[in-house]
């Protein structure tokens, strides 16, 4: 009789040991399968324009599996399909909703579902930084919805608009200017020439904050033997800065000469000569400024100009290229496919 109240006690004790186990696999039937991919999951090549979110510990550049939620962007700034991944399988996930008060004024809440709304998934942007071709989400909430599962919640990071491109395919279909040599830049202001500083002072004054503080102490770049071109620091904002373009004798003279960027035909104005976010291209002798009208990056002016001989063996910038987005909607798609204004081609 003993022997019979041990084993019953026994038996008792080892139900009790794996009870938890049991209840654990019955929960797994209630939990989602959300898995990781990767781009080369989606068709598309790394370079393309995309709204995607990725696990917050993981890095899409490196990683083969981090992505959470990809959806393609073209040109039109509209969100396409999304792709998720549940278990062994894809779901295609349409966006429902985006808006909400956002981080600096950006949208903050998207709402995606399949069409049987099955699925849904839930982002919620907690921080954003601005840059000049993407809106990059540094933290995020993402949270996946299905029926008769427990929503599952992952710590993310994303991206919207449209990664760089190598700078040889941004102009290279433009005429070419003189070739602009490497850029080299400088400790501080106190290095671009005194001639240079000066001009600033009698012609720049209501473009340039000439005596404010810059991160930067600007550049210098050989045209030939007998000319320098400089970039000097001119104004310094909270998501774009400008700089004022000036040629020189080489090496550095008396003489000098601030570039004015001219306007597109039949638009009349005073010269300017702040180059807001300027990109040299010293190949192909180009300079790209891009001026947003706000820090979302989804409107402004893209213009391409070609450094040439002018007249009296004098350097000047001719406007190749005006590109212009009026709508402010949230769209920051790449600043090179906005619409063309104007263009020698």
């Known amino acids: 009789m003993r022997l019979l109240k041990r084993i019953a006690a026994l038996g008792i004790a080892t139900c009790a ?3 938890p186990n049991i209840v654990s696999a019955a929960e797994q039937d209630y939990e989602i399968a959300l898995k990781l991919f990767g781009y ?3 068709g598309s090549a790394q370079s393309e324009c995309r709204l995607v979110f990725w696990q917050h510990n993981r890095d899409p550049g490196e990683d083969r599996y981090s992505l ?3 959806a393609p962007k073209p040109d039109d700034g509209r969100i396409g399909d999304a792709r998720l991944k549940i278990g062994g399988d894809f779901h295609t996930l349409r966006l429902l909703v985006h808006g909400g008060d956002g981080a ?5 809440h998207y709402l995606f579902a399949t069409d049987d709304r ?3 998934v839930q982002v919620e942007v907690l921080d954003v930084d601005f840059q000049a071709d993407l809106v990059r989400f540094d933290k995020v909430k993402l949270t996946v919805i299905k029926k008769g599962r427990v929503p599952f919640t992952a710590n993310a990071k994303g ?3 449209c990664p760089p491109v190598a700078k040889p395919a941004i102009t290279a279909s433009l005429p070419q200017g003189l ?3 490497e850029e080299t830049p400088l400790d501080d202001v106190s290095k671009v020439p005194g001639v240079l500083r000066q001009l600033m002072r009698d012609y720049a004054q209501d473009h340039c904050d000439i005596d404010g503080f810059f991160a930067w102490g600007g550049a210098r770049y050989i045209i030939n033997d007998a000319y320098l071109l400089w970039q000097v620091p001119c104004t310094s904002g909270a998501y774009q800065a400008s700089g004022v373009f000036g040629v020189t004798q080489n090496p550095p003279g008396s003489w000098g000469e601030l570039l004015t960027l001219p306007n597109p035909p039949r638009l009349e104005g005073n010269q300017n000569y702040a180059a807001m976010s300027a990109t040299v291209f ?3 002798g180009h300079i790209v400024t891009t001026d947003l009208n706000r820090g979302a990056g989804d409107c402004g002016v893209r213009q391409t100009f070609r450094l040439i001989d002018g007249p009296g063996e004098v350097l000047e910038l001719e406007l190749l290229e005006f590109r212009e987005k009026y709508d402010c909607d949230g769209n920051a798609i790449d600043p090179a496919r906005w619409p063309v204004a104007y263009s020698v081609r």
């Open 17 to 19: 040991a794996w009870a």
């Open 40 to 42: 080369q999951d989606v």
């Open 68 to 70: 959470l939620l990809h």
């Open 104 to 108: 600096n004024g950006f949208g903050e």
């Open 118 to 120: 099955d699925i849904k």
């Open 159 to 161: 991206e919207s608009g």
């Open 179 to 181: 070739s602009i040599g």
């Open 282 to 284: 010293g190949k192909e």
